[in-house]
Protein backbone atom coordinates (compact mmCIF):
# COMPACT_ATOMS: atom_id res chain seq x y z
CA UNK A 1 0.00 0.00 0.00
CA UNK A 2 1.51 3.42 -0.65
CA UNK A 3 1.22 6.54 0.67
CA UNK A 4 -1.74 7.89 -1.15
CA UNK A 5 -3.82 5.07 -0.62
CA UNK A 6 -2.88 5.58 3.22
CA UNK A 7 -4.06 8.49 3.24
CA UNK A 8 -7.37 7.81 1.61
CA UNK A 9 -8.29 4.98 4.01
CA UNK A 10 -7.60 7.23 6.64
CA UNK A 11 -9.63 9.99 5.76
CA UNK A 12 -12.62 7.43 5.04
CA UNK A 13 -12.24 6.18 8.45
CA UNK A 14 -12.23 9.62 9.74
CA UNK A 15 -15.82 10.21 8.24
CA UNK A 16 -17.17 6.81 9.45
CA UNK A 17 -19.57 5.55 11.78
CA UNK A 18 -19.74 2.56 13.55
CA UNK A 19 -21.25 -0.35 12.33
CA UNK A 20 -20.88 0.97 8.46
CA UNK A 21 -18.91 0.03 5.97
CA UNK A 22 -17.47 1.93 3.08
CA UNK A 23 -16.47 1.90 -0.51
CA UNK A 24 -14.04 4.58 -2.33
CA UNK A 25 -15.42 4.98 -5.51
CA UNK A 26 -13.13 4.36 -8.38
CA UNK A 27 -12.47 7.00 -10.91
CA UNK A 28 -11.18 10.15 -9.10
CA UNK A 29 -11.04 14.13 -10.28
CA UNK A 30 -8.33 15.85 -9.88
CA UNK A 31 -7.66 19.76 -9.36
CA UNK A 32 -4.49 21.08 -8.94
CA UNK A 33 -1.91 17.16 -9.00
CA UNK A 34 -4.82 16.56 -6.26
CA UNK A 35 -7.03 13.53 -6.59
CA UNK A 36 -9.63 13.55 -5.24
CA UNK A 37 -12.62 10.46 -4.39
CA UNK A 38 -15.73 9.90 -3.14
CA UNK A 39 -16.16 7.88 -0.65
CA UNK A 40 -20.22 5.92 0.17
CA UNK A 41 -20.87 4.49 4.01
CA UNK A 42 -23.56 2.09 4.16
CA UNK A 43 -25.22 -0.20 6.68
CA UNK A 44 -26.75 -3.55 6.43
CA UNK A 45 -30.38 -3.33 7.38
CA UNK A 46 -32.22 -6.58 7.38
CA UNK A 47 -29.92 -7.56 4.82
CA UNK A 48 -30.46 -5.06 2.58
CA UNK A 49 -27.78 -2.49 1.86
CA UNK A 50 -28.81 1.11 2.35
CA UNK A 51 -26.38 4.09 1.82
CA UNK A 52 -26.05 6.20 5.17
CA UNK A 53 -23.84 8.96 3.51
CA UNK A 54 -20.73 10.32 1.81
CA UNK A 55 -17.61 12.18 2.19
CA UNK A 56 -14.99 13.56 -0.42
CA UNK A 57 -11.24 12.34 0.16
CA UNK A 58 -8.25 13.90 -1.38
CA UNK A 59 -4.21 12.45 -1.55
CA UNK A 60 -3.49 15.39 0.58
CA UNK A 61 -4.89 16.36 4.30
CA UNK A 62 -8.22 17.81 4.14
CA UNK A 63 -6.78 20.87 6.11
CA UNK A 64 -4.33 21.78 3.92
CA UNK A 65 -6.53 21.73 0.89
CA UNK A 66 -9.34 24.45 0.35
CA UNK A 67 -12.76 23.96 1.28
CA UNK A 68 -14.13 25.23 -2.35
CA UNK A 69 -11.96 22.62 -4.44
CA UNK A 70 -13.26 19.38 -2.24
CA UNK A 71 -17.13 21.47 -3.08
CA UNK A 72 -15.74 21.48 -6.76
CA UNK A 73 -14.97 17.62 -6.38
CA UNK A 74 -18.49 17.22 -4.54
CA UNK A 75 -20.20 18.22 -7.49
CA UNK A 76 -18.49 16.63 -10.39
CA UNK A 77 -18.00 13.41 -8.56
CA UNK A 78 -22.05 12.91 -7.08
CA UNK A 79 -22.61 13.56 -10.67
CA UNK A 80 -20.73 11.14 -11.96
CA UNK A 81 -22.12 8.39 -9.30
CA UNK A 82 -25.89 9.68 -10.37
CA UNK A 83 -25.39 9.77 -13.94
CA UNK A 84 -23.28 6.20 -13.78
CA UNK A 85 -26.03 4.69 -11.84
CA UNK A 86 -28.98 6.10 -14.49
CA UNK A 87 -27.36 4.67 -17.47
CA UNK A 88 -26.59 1.25 -15.32
CA UNK A 89 -30.33 1.14 -15.43
CA UNK A 90 -32.41 3.05 -17.62
CA UNK A 91 -29.49 2.64 -20.60
CA UNK A 92 -28.88 -0.94 -19.68
CA UNK A 93 -32.61 -1.67 -19.85
CA UNK A 94 -33.45 -0.13 -23.18
CA UNK A 95 -30.06 -1.67 -24.67
CA UNK A 96 -30.80 -4.81 -23.51
CA UNK A 97 -34.06 -5.37 -24.86
CA UNK A 98 -34.39 -8.93 -26.97
CA UNK A 99 -34.75 -7.31 -30.82
CA UNK A 100 -35.62 -10.86 -32.19
CA UNK A 101 -39.19 -9.90 -32.55
CA UNK A 102 -38.16 -7.22 -35.22
CA UNK A 103 -35.36 -8.80 -36.81
CA UNK A 104 -37.72 -11.75 -37.86
CA UNK A 105 -40.37 -9.80 -39.00
CA UNK A 106 -38.09 -7.51 -40.93
CA UNK A 107 -37.26 -10.80 -42.79
CA UNK A 108 -40.89 -11.82 -43.43
CA UNK A 109 -41.28 -8.17 -44.46
CA UNK A 110 -38.35 -8.08 -47.17
CA UNK A 111 -39.40 -12.10 -48.61
CA UNK A 112 -42.65 -10.39 -49.19
CA UNK A 113 -42.02 -6.57 -50.78
CA UNK A 114 -38.96 -8.38 -52.97
CA UNK A 115 -41.12 -11.66 -54.36
CA UNK A 116 -44.81 -11.01 -53.93
CA UNK A 117 -46.45 -7.94 -56.18
CA UNK A 118 -49.89 -7.13 -54.58
CA UNK A 119 -52.38 -3.80 -54.45
CA UNK A 120 -50.79 -3.38 -50.37
CA UNK A 121 -47.41 -3.51 -51.25
CA UNK A 122 -47.04 -0.03 -50.14
CA UNK A 123 -48.41 -0.73 -46.48
CA UNK A 124 -45.95 -3.70 -46.26
CA UNK A 125 -42.71 -1.41 -47.22
CA UNK A 126 -44.12 1.55 -44.78
CA UNK A 127 -43.87 -1.11 -41.84
CA UNK A 128 -40.35 -2.64 -43.34
CA UNK A 129 -39.47 1.30 -42.73
CA UNK A 130 -40.15 1.49 -39.55
CA UNK A 131 -38.79 -2.01 -38.39
CA UNK A 132 -35.67 -0.80 -40.21
CA UNK A 133 -35.43 2.57 -38.16
CA UNK A 134 -36.15 0.79 -34.87
CA UNK A 135 -33.08 -1.63 -35.95
CA UNK A 136 -31.09 1.08 -36.36
CA UNK A 137 -31.27 2.80 -33.49
CA UNK A 138 -30.92 0.18 -31.23
CA UNK A 139 -28.10 -0.99 -33.07
CA UNK A 140 -27.00 3.28 -32.31
CA UNK A 141 -27.53 2.76 -28.44
CA UNK A 142 -25.69 -0.20 -28.29
CA UNK A 143 -22.78 0.67 -29.47
CA UNK A 144 -22.61 3.62 -27.61
CA UNK A 145 -23.61 1.83 -24.53
CA UNK A 146 -21.06 -0.81 -25.21
CA UNK A 147 -18.66 2.20 -25.66
CA UNK A 148 -19.70 3.48 -21.92
CA UNK A 149 -19.36 -0.10 -20.23
CA UNK A 150 -15.84 -0.58 -22.01
CA UNK A 151 -14.67 2.90 -20.54
CA UNK A 152 -16.44 1.79 -17.26
CA UNK A 153 -14.13 -1.58 -17.12
CA UNK A 154 -11.16 0.78 -17.26
CA UNK A 155 -12.14 3.17 -14.66
CA UNK A 156 -12.96 0.27 -12.60
CA UNK A 157 -9.25 -1.33 -13.22
CA UNK A 158 -7.26 2.13 -12.77
CA UNK A 159 -6.56 1.92 -16.27
CA UNK A 160 -8.27 5.68 -16.64
CA UNK A 161 -7.41 7.07 -13.46
CA UNK A 162 -9.57 10.67 -13.56
CA UNK A 163 -13.41 11.55 -14.03
CA UNK A 164 -12.52 14.94 -16.88
CA UNK A 165 -15.50 17.02 -18.11
CA UNK A 166 -15.18 15.14 -21.11
CA UNK A 167 -16.13 11.78 -19.62
CA UNK A 168 -19.09 13.78 -17.95
CA UNK A 169 -20.13 15.19 -21.62
CA UNK A 170 -20.09 11.28 -22.62
CA UNK A 171 -22.36 10.35 -19.94
CA UNK A 172 -24.86 13.11 -20.36
CA UNK A 173 -25.19 12.62 -24.31
CA UNK A 174 -25.62 9.04 -23.62
CA UNK A 175 -28.68 9.35 -21.45
CA UNK A 176 -30.31 12.21 -23.65
CA UNK A 177 -29.04 10.10 -26.96
CA UNK A 178 -31.36 7.16 -24.99
CA UNK A 179 -34.19 8.99 -24.18
CA UNK A 180 -34.73 9.83 -28.07
CA UNK A 181 -34.17 6.47 -29.08
CA UNK A 182 -36.58 5.33 -26.60
CA UNK A 183 -39.30 7.69 -27.74
CA UNK A 184 -38.51 7.27 -31.27
CA UNK A 185 -39.10 3.22 -31.06
CA UNK A 186 -41.96 3.30 -28.55
CA UNK A 187 -44.00 5.97 -30.94
CA UNK A 188 -43.31 4.03 -34.37
CA UNK A 189 -44.15 0.80 -32.30
CA UNK A 190 -47.22 2.59 -31.72
CA UNK A 191 -48.71 4.39 -34.72
CA UNK A 192 -47.83 0.77 -36.92
CA UNK A 193 -50.09 -0.96 -34.62
CA UNK A 194 -53.38 -0.79 -36.49
CA UNK A 195 -50.75 -1.62 -39.51
CA UNK A 196 -49.44 -4.59 -38.19
CA UNK A 197 -53.07 -5.75 -37.88
CA UNK A 198 -53.46 -5.68 -41.94
CA UNK A 199 -50.53 -6.74 -42.40
CA UNK A 200 -51.47 -10.41 -40.38
CA UNK A 201 -54.81 -10.12 -42.30
CA UNK A 202 -53.35 -10.09 -45.27
CA UNK A 203 -50.84 -12.34 -44.85
CA UNK A 204 -52.61 -15.30 -43.69
CA UNK A 205 -55.43 -14.67 -46.60
CA UNK A 206 -53.15 -14.37 -49.42
CA UNK A 207 -51.92 -17.45 -50.68
CA UNK A 208 -48.63 -15.85 -51.87
CA UNK A 209 -47.69 -14.17 -49.25
CA UNK A 210 -49.10 -16.82 -46.68
CA UNK A 211 -45.78 -19.11 -48.08
CA UNK A 212 -43.46 -16.74 -46.31
CA UNK A 213 -45.74 -16.60 -42.92
CA UNK A 214 -43.92 -18.73 -40.09
CA UNK A 215 -45.46 -19.86 -37.15
CA UNK A 216 -42.75 -17.57 -34.76
CA UNK A 217 -43.19 -14.63 -37.78
CA UNK A 218 -47.39 -15.35 -36.87
CA UNK A 219 -46.99 -14.88 -33.40
CA UNK A 220 -44.92 -11.99 -33.17
CA UNK A 221 -47.03 -9.86 -35.70
CA UNK A 222 -50.01 -10.63 -33.13
CA UNK A 223 -47.50 -9.35 -30.15
CA UNK A 224 -46.94 -6.15 -32.46
CA UNK A 225 -50.76 -5.46 -32.45
CA UNK A 226 -51.42 -5.97 -28.71
CA UNK A 227 -50.72 -4.12 -25.44
CA UNK A 228 -52.39 -0.97 -27.01
CA UNK A 229 -53.18 0.40 -23.73
CA UNK A 230 -49.18 -0.72 -22.02
CA UNK A 231 -47.92 1.53 -25.06
CA UNK A 232 -49.95 4.19 -24.01
CA UNK A 233 -49.10 4.50 -21.03
CA UNK A 234 -45.12 4.45 -21.80
CA UNK A 235 -46.00 7.05 -24.42
CA UNK A 236 -47.26 9.29 -21.60
CA UNK A 237 -44.48 8.58 -19.28
CA UNK A 238 -41.29 9.37 -21.84
CA UNK A 239 -43.35 12.60 -23.26
CA UNK A 240 -42.35 15.80 -22.13
CA UNK A 241 -44.34 18.34 -24.38
CA UNK A 242 -47.46 18.14 -26.43
CA UNK A 243 -46.29 17.37 -29.70
CA UNK A 244 -43.02 16.10 -29.09
CA UNK A 245 -43.10 13.65 -32.13
CA UNK A 246 -42.73 16.67 -34.21
CA UNK A 247 -39.61 17.99 -32.71
CA UNK A 248 -35.94 17.19 -34.58
CA UNK A 249 -33.52 15.22 -33.05
CA UNK A 250 -31.70 18.58 -31.70
CA UNK A 251 -34.62 19.58 -30.20
CA UNK A 252 -35.26 16.59 -28.44
CA UNK A 253 -31.88 15.88 -27.48
CA UNK A 254 -32.27 19.49 -25.65
CA UNK A 255 -35.21 18.73 -23.74
CA UNK A 256 -34.20 15.67 -22.59
CA UNK A 257 -30.55 17.41 -21.06
CA UNK A 258 -32.85 20.46 -19.77
CA UNK A 259 -35.01 17.62 -17.82
CA UNK A 260 -31.73 15.59 -16.60
CA UNK A 261 -30.02 18.22 -15.59
CA UNK A 262 -32.57 19.63 -13.12
CA UNK A 263 -33.30 15.68 -11.96
CA UNK A 264 -29.67 14.98 -11.30
CA UNK A 265 -29.69 18.68 -9.22
CA UNK A 266 -32.36 17.54 -7.40
CA UNK A 267 -31.27 14.14 -6.54
CA UNK A 268 -27.39 15.62 -5.79
CA UNK A 269 -29.78 18.14 -3.21
CA UNK A 270 -31.19 15.22 -1.27
CA UNK A 271 -27.24 13.27 -1.31
CA UNK A 272 -25.58 16.28 0.49
CA UNK A 273 -27.93 16.07 3.31
CA UNK A 274 -25.60 13.31 4.12
CA UNK A 275 -22.25 14.15 3.15
CA UNK A 276 -20.19 14.58 5.53
CA UNK A 277 -17.73 15.97 4.16
CA UNK A 278 -17.54 18.99 2.95
CA UNK A 279 -20.45 19.97 4.20
CA UNK A 280 -22.52 21.26 1.72
CA UNK A 281 -24.77 24.57 2.55
CA UNK A 282 -27.26 26.13 0.92
CA UNK A 283 -28.24 22.81 -1.28
Known amino acids: MNKDQKQLLNQAMKYKNMFES ?21 KKILFQKKITGSAVISTEFSDSVEESKYVEAYNLLTDFALLKNMINTHVFF ?4 NMDSFKTVKGFLEKVTENVEFNQKSLFLDALKANNYILELQDILMEKYNFYADRGQKIQRGEIEYITNEIMEDLYNLLCEADYIQYQQVHRQYIKM ?28 KEFTKGKREFEDTFERITRIKDQHKLTKEEHLDLAREVLTKSVEKRKKEFAKKNRYPIMKNQ
Open 194 to 221: NDYKEILKISKSHPSIKKFLTYETEIYL
Open 94 to 97: IADI
Open 22 to 42: YEINTGAYQIENIAFYLVVYS
